[in-house]
């Protein structure tokens, strides 16, 4: 879930959409619709370019998977291309792209680079896909919607799912005399309340810029829904809009009253959660992934019984209800139609029907709601919790918005948000700055 861009990435995603311009479907492969095609299943060795944790349980349960399948169709190979650095990972993909070299199998996000492979016929509709295998039913709607483009078409397949909270320390809350907010507009007071007792208000990842990106989206996915960033990003809608102005004010607030620890924007993600886990700061908002680290007994026994969570809080007149937020199934999968063939969609049924259950037994979520969780045996009642909680969530979720906007208005958001945050730039500076940025950008990008 970690996501960074480089000006290298971002130069080479422009660069590339006027090659993928050019591009129509090709001679070879099939037509993306085309998801049962007819012939033997001749075992080879396919590829899937990914990134993803190399000792992750996505890669592990699929790596057992594809040898289990292997022993049934001699010949058969599922080959890992791993590049967890998602901006190095990004560049690779896209290069390779642009010169209709991807692998059968390879891993994307619903970006407007994305969107032009499917335009182009470059990707397998993964909806008809998985209706074809008789599996579409079983996705938990939430983990399916965060794979879809703005029109609701599905070419990605998601391979977990996750839900983010508020973990906050119980102990640290009762020393400062609060509660936990009930509303977005009840942070920097609460940020006040935890500074005075000499507590850090909230843990932050700020060098990965993706978990402030988070705190930007919160404002405008309560007043006005998930509609807003979709315009946003297209130049129909601006920071200078309610919505916008709401989002920079809050940013503003929470930099005012401190409740990011001192130089947030050096610190990394290790250290982010170390601060949480070690009692130094009172909230750490993140995911699900992270309850390995946040519910077992591997948590300090200083804090273990002070660690509980609450859901992103509602706002006045909020347009999102409470069980709404963010809800990500993760990089999704995406299939090649020009190397799609029996062989690819027999071993994708094979193994896409046994992943579930042998995901969700190693503790993790599955994006599927027929199999439940397997809860560790060193888990603490938060966990069944969590678990429990992810699996209420609402028609609405909302969308990291680094997987929305263009790239070079995304690096520009991300360094404006640092500055709007340390208190640099004001809200009105801010807002000033992404509008001309969005508009100079999200039209070229969007071609």
Sequence with gaps: MRR????????MALCLAPALAGCGTDSHGVDAGDVAPTGAVKPREISWLLSRPADGAVINTMRELADKYATLHPGFKLHFITTPDRPSYIQKYETLAAADKLPELFDTDATPFARKLA?????????RLLRSIGLYDR??????DYQRFDDGSLYMIPFEYQAEFFWYNKALFRKAGIHPPRSLGDFPERCRALRKVGVTPIALDGQDQWPLERYAAYQPFRVAGPGYIRQLKKGQAKFSDAAGRKSAAWLSALGKAGCFQKGFSSVGYADAQNRF?????????????????????????????DVDFFRLPVTQGSVTAANEFVAPSGIGMAVNS???????????????????????ATGELSPTSDVKTVVPKNATPLYARAVAAADDVGKETAVPWDTQ???????????????????DISPSSFISTMDSVIARNAPRYAR
């Design 338 to 360: 020009h190397t799609y063939d029996p062989l690819v969609r027999d071993f994708l049924k094979f193994a896409l029907t046994r992943y579930p259950a042998r995901y969700a």
């Design 139 to 144: 996705y938990r709607p939430a983990a399916l």
């Design 405 to 423: 906007l263009d790239p070079t208005s995304n690096t520009k958001f991300q360094q404006e948000l640092v500055l709007l945050a340390q208190g």
């Design 119 to 127: 335009e182009h016929g470059r990707m397998m509709d993964a909806g």
């Design 277 to 305: 886990t070690s009692g130094k700061a009172a909230v750490y908002n993140i995911g699900t992934w992270e309850l390995p680290s946040l519910a077992t007994t591997a948590l300090d026994p200083s804090v273990r019984d």
């Design 4 to 11: 960074t861009f480089t000006a290298a990435v971002v130069a």
